[in-house]
């Protein structure tokens, strides 16, 4: 991938924040919206979610999960065109005491501060994506795979 690309990929998921996520619901796809924030170390995309949603029961059952970032339509753009990254990778959840858990929490406030009083809910977790292999189409014409261990890199970076 070419420091051009990088640098749209990580401007694309910091610029957004929601998601597509697509979880295996009775062994067949299911696509859903989630906020995510980039984890602090680089190590994947943390979603807070309810444990009564479909996807979260989805995720638990088939940890499998795939995202979809792209950008906003406008400006006169193809649709064809636009960039977008789709994340192939496992949702893994924390545990209450998990000594990770504040670190990430603290990531996800920090681009969601109204999501605090969720957080005091009883059935909301906190779930990382631990990406397992990455698609950036960066526009018509121009894409890039990568394993999960160079995104992580990228994000960090």
Known sequence: MTEAAAAQLKQ????????ALGTLHAGAPYVSMVPYAIAHDGSGLIIHVSRLSSHTK????????????MQE????????A????????AALEFAPDAPDLPGFRAT???RF????QMFG???FSLFKIQPGSVRFVAGF??????????FARLLAG
Not at 59 to 66: E, L, T
Request: net charge negative; no cysteine.
């Open 141 to 150: 014409g121009e894409a890039h795979s990568f394993s999960g261990e160079s």
């Open 121 to 123: 809910f009883a059935d």
């Open 113 to 116: 501060p109204d999501a605090s």
């Open 12 to 19: 694309l998921l910091h610029r957004r924040s929601v998601a």
């Open 108 to 110: 996800y406030l920090e």
């Open 82 to 89: 636009l960039p977008r990254a789709s994340i192939q990778g």
């Open 73 to 80: 339509e406008g400006g006169g753009s193809s649709a064809l």
């Open 58 to 69: 989805d995720m638990r059952a088939d940890p499998r999960v795939s995202l979809l970032v």
